[in-house]
């Protein structure tokens, strides 16, 4: 079936750099991708959806200039935290529909990304 | 009007028993309602899933029953195992296969079957 991958799985990193997270559809293309933010033993909670070769639509609450979405291709989104502190740690999720005519339109997931900033 | 209320939030279930996931919506634009099964440090994989055209969906172990009217619907895991010691999230979102659609999650429910 489809797979979403996410790059890196895990990322420790100091309080003030930058940290990117990629996003890839394996066997699909995708031209929406969904980014969302999960804290420990809470709800995954949507911050962006991400437009292949546009800009990304923002949640309520969500500073676009800190949580910068890219989405250059049709099989990759990538997330950069910019200059990060200890309160963005937390577990970055991405999800990709695949529309293709094999497809379902379900909504597939990455394995997460835990981002740990010190 | 967006919310999703799950319950409850943990569960322990008896191995060869049913567990039940409670999940209640308000906004009855919703059109699509999946359940997800999240193991810890993993992301959530579909489950199953139901729109407001069928009552009752059927998937193996695994069972969602849906009540319009109620604006309610839950999981049922029959014969549960310790292998689906999980946390379930319901969701439901807004313009099936419009491309567009965004999830609305639940809570969670950290359930966990003892032998």
């Known amino acids: 079936g489809a797979v979403v991958s996410q790059h890196p799985s895990w990322v420790i990193c100091k309080s003030g750099t930058s940290v990117k997270i990629e996003c890839r559809s394996l066997?699909?293309?995708?031209?929406?991708m969904f980014w969302y933010r999960q804290f420990p033993k809470q709800s995954l909670m949507l911050m962006a959806t991400s437009n292949e070769g546009s800009k990304a639509t923002y949640e309520q609450g969500v500073e676009k200039d800190k949580f910068l979405i890219n989405h250059a291709s049709l099989t990759l989104s990538t997330l950069t935290v910019t200059s990060a502190h200890p309160e963005d740690s937390s577990f970055y999720i991405c999800?990709?529909?695949?529309?293709?005519?094999?497809?379902?339109?379900?909504?597939?997931f990455g394995e997460g990304s835990r981002l740990t900033v010190l | 009007q967006q919310q999703v209320k799950q319950s409850p939030q943990s569960l322990i279930v008896q191995k060869g028993g049913i567990s039940i996931i409670n999940c209640a919506y308000e906004?009855?634009?919703?059109?699509?309602f999946p359940w997800y099964q999240q193991f810890p440090g993993k992301g959530p994989a579909l489950l199953i899933a139901?729109?407001?055209?069928?009552s009752e969906k059927k998937e193996g172990r695994f069972t969602i029953s849906f009540n319009k009217s109620a604006k309610q619907f839950s999981l049922h895991i029959m014969d549960s195992q310790p292998g689906d010691s999980a946390t379930y999230f319901c969701?439901?979102?807004?313009?099936?296969?419009?491309?567009?659609?965004?999830?609305?999650f639940g809570t969670g429910t950290r359930l966990t079957i003892i032998p």
């Open positions: 139901i729109r407001p055209d069928v």
């Open positions: 999800s990709a529909r695949d529309y293709s005519g094999r497809g379902t339109g379900e909504l597939f």
């Open positions: 969701a439901a979102s807004i313009g099936f296969r419009t491309g567009n659609e965004k999830l609305t």
């Open positions: 906004n009855t634009a919703f059109d699509y």
């Open positions: 066997d699909f293309q995708a031209t929406t």
